[in-house]
């Protein structure tokens, strides 16, 4: 389940707690007693949305990261809509929203502790408790796989707002500024695509 970019916006699915400290507040202090229809009919909605988009068939975008279950990008075409309950319905759906990338010294840290091995590049997300972690070895094989060139997430609060991973293969763009009182700037990413192969992705700081 993911959506090719191009011309158009595509929202894709994602799990973020400031959903409940901001906006179902703001639909209960403006809506009153239509604010628990219309947060349902969000969340019907929200239960639509694509996991992954695809930027000009190179570029991976989701709110987590990368499946563990599954390795190329056609499988994800098997997760069922609507996605209620992603833990329950599919497991890279899950995979993809929770899990986290991290440099080889931490992988290699969790690894010892956990006493799994390296080979796949995944190893389990003790910050989150589900999910995974994953190294740059998972994101290189995930990519060549489906030739892909990057992978752009979000899910982790930046200071500057973006931060570059596994060799500048991935990136981390967390777009809310000040996200639960905290001082973070927020940050977008624009893709310059051109024909001959030599567009480029450029990061922007957000002073919000």
Not at 7 to 30: D, G, P
Not at 40 to 56: S, T
Not at 145 to 171: C, K, M, P, Q, V
């Amino acid at each position: 389940m993911y959506g090719q970019v191009s011309k158009k916006v595509i929202t894709v699915y994602a799990n973020c707690l400031l959903w409940i400290f901001c906006f179902v507040f703001e639909i209960f202090r403006y809506l009153y007693q239509n604010g628990q229809r219309v947060l349902e009919e969000f969340n019907q909605a929200f239960d639509h949305l694509p996991l992954v988009g695809i930027i000009d068939e190179s570029i991976f975008c989701a709110h987590g990261g990368i499946p563990y279950s599954v390795a190329k990008i056609e499988d994800l075409y098997k997760i069922p809509l609507p996605l209620p309950e992603p833990e329950i319905q599919s497991k890279p759906a899950w995979e993809i929203l929770w899990s986290d990338p991290v440099t080889d010294e931490e992988f290699n840290q969790v690894c010892q502790f956990k006493n799994q091995s390296t080979e796949t590049g995944f190893v389990d997300n003790l910050r989150r408790s589900t999910g995974y972690y994953f190294a740059e070895k998972a994101s290189r094989n995930f990519l060549k796989a489906n030739n892909l060139s990057h992978i752009i997430r979000a899910h982790e609060l930046e200071t500057d707002g973006y931060r570059f991973r596994h060799s500048g293969l991935l990136i981390t763009v967390f777009s809310s500024s000040r996200y639960c009182n905290t001082n973070n700037k927020s940050a977008a990413v624009f893709v310059n695509s051109q024909s001959n192969n030599e567009g480029f992705i450029k990061v922007i700081a957000l002073e919000t």
